[in-house]
């Protein structure tokens, strides 16, 4: 089993859709929780992170954790063509980032 | 300041060739990072070195070797290149430093090794 599973898609949704990405991780020495987003070609670029359950907002973002279930989400509220990219969650304790695979998320005009 | 960068951007190598990616910051981050992305399995940590002078194992270290040359650069080494290690190289760095979290990613070394 991976450390960090997580659906790839890919993953349609009509412009000023909410979208909702998911994981689930193994490891619960995780400490900190980050999504990452990667457009095409690009390397990976910080979006949001969390290090306790519960919500983080950060304009049209959004991250949900619960340890308890060992799930983490990411909410897009009023989704952009500009958001379609691939979307990587990853937990870590000390130096070990665990990455997902990444979900492929197109957003249509 | 550029961040982190890496070259070459593309690479095609021969099986059983060696090679060098070179990866350099410019943020003064203690930690740098290397790892290799596959369709469906995500980034996967091959090396990493904490500080200046060392450096360790990730998840996927057989074939490579690394050196973390000065607080800057840190470069990896494939000996003798596999069709196995076709792949997307992408160098990240880290401050290293109190609660940080972020990992500032270099563009990518795209190698195909044949």
């Known amino acids: 089993q991976k450390e960090v599973e997580q659906d790839p898609g890919p993953l349609s949704v009509p412009e000023g859709a909410i979208v909702s990405l998911n994981c689930t991780y193994s490891?619960?020495?995780?400490?900190?929780f980050m999504w990452y987003r990667q457009y095409s070609r690009k390397g990976p670029e910080l979006l949001m992170y969390?290090?306790?359950?519960g919500n983080k907002e950060d304009g049209r973002f959004t991250a949900q954790v619960d340890k308890s279930s060992k799930y983490i989400s990411l909410f897009i509220r009023d989704s952009q063509p500009s958001d379609s990219a691939t979307y990587l969650c990853?937990?870590?304790?000390?130096?070990?980032?665990?990455f997902g695979p990444g979900t492929r998320l197109s957003v249509l005009p | 300041n550029a961040g982190v960068t890496q070259t070459p951007k593309f690479q095609v190598l021969k099986t059983g060739q060696s090679m060098t990616l070179q990866c350099a910051q410019d943020?003064?981050?203690?930690?740098m990072y290397w790892y290799r992305q596959d369709p469906g399995m995500g980034l996967r940590l091959i090396y990493y070195?904490?500080?200046?002078?060392?450096?360790d194992k990730g998840e996927v270290p057989n074939g490579y070797n690394v050196s973390r040359l000065n607080k800057r650069e840190f470069s990896l080494r494939l000996e003798s290149a596999a069709p196995s290690q076709t792949s997307v190289y992408f160098c990240?760095?880290?401050?290293?430093?109190?609660?940080?979290?972020?990992?500032?990613f270099g563009p990518g070394t795209r190698l195909t090794v044949t």
């Open positions: 943020m003064n981050h203690n930690s």
């Open positions: 490891n619960s020495a995780f400490q900190y």
């Open positions: 990240a760095s880290r401050p290293g430093t109190g609660i940080t979290y972020e990992q500032y």
């Open positions: 070195s904490a500080s200046e002078g060392t450096t």
């Open positions: 990853t937990g870590n304790y000390g130096q070990n980032f665990v």
């Open positions: 969390t290090y306790s359950s």
